[in-house]
């Protein structure tokens, strides 16, 4: 292949306990999967078709780094949220690997684009707007009594059951494998629970489930 110029490096996240990676192809999320989430957005809590957006791969962010603060918000958000990483069909039935999520949201200029009908990308798709914790193989723990914790600064600001999603881990995938092309190397961030809210220059946010390596990221 003779490029014009030369390409971008491949995206991707270490696994934990091992020296393999990740090879990331798209990432998918998952809007209003938490019941209370839904409430403190002021949304109908009733249950309806999921709703999805995505972000590059280019957006995505190691744990342990420190983020520029974007450009153009003066409200930006933290949600944390379980991260599904999809693998090919034979590895664990095709759930790879679990990871903990930010899905970082410049809210001023959703609720703009809201207000408008208008699209979410500029919302959401921004540089450096999806930390992601490394990847722990499915095989390797067990989510079914897990917790999501989100820490501004040591303390707890978003705190919730995983087993309170909305659309269920398979339930997402069955939904993306019919209405998109869902491929091995994709990510899922699966929705965020209650407590959202922002961040300024010097927070530092870290995320967790039990069983899962920590997402730890500092916005400078
Ligand atoms: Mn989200």
């Known amino acids: 292949m003779d490029f014009a110029f030369p390409p971008s490096d491949p995206i991707s996240l270490p696994i934990a306990g091992t020296d393999k990676r990740f090879p ?23 249950r309806s ?4 957006f995505t972000k590059a791969p280019e957006t995505l962010v190691h744990s342990g780094a420190d983020i520029p603060f974007p450009p153009h918000t003066d409200n930006l958000h933290y949600e944390v949220e379980l991260v599904v990483a999809i693998g090919p069909p034979e590895i664990n039935g095709g759930i790879f690997a679990y990871g903990v999520g930010i899905d970082m949201t410049r809210r001023d200029i959703q609720a703009k684009a809201k207000a408008k ?11 450096l707007s999806a930390p992601c914790s490394a990847l722990t193989m499915a095989d390797k723990v067990d989510l079914s009594s897990a917790h999501i914790v989100l820490r501004k600064n040591g303390d707890i600001v978003q705190h919730s ?8 881990v398979d339930e997402i995938i069955a939904y993306l494998t019919k209405d998109m092309d869902l491929q091995a190397g994709d990510l899922i961030y699966t929705g965020t629970p209650a407590g959202v809210g922002p961040v300024t220059i010097g927070d530092e946010l870290s995320g967790g489930i039990e069983g899962l390596e920590r ?3 500092r916005f400078v």
């Open 49 to 52: 078709e999921p709703v999805f």
């Open 161 to 168: 059951a995983l087993n309170k999603l909305i659309w269920s």
């Open 24 to 46: 990331v192809r798209r990432i998918y999320c998952v809007g209003k999967n938490y019941a209370d989430h839904v409430a403190e957005m002021g949304g109908d809590i009733e």
């Open 117 to 127: 009908g208008g699209p979410w990308a500029r919302a959401k798709n921004f540089h």
């Open 215 to 217: 997402i730890t990221v």
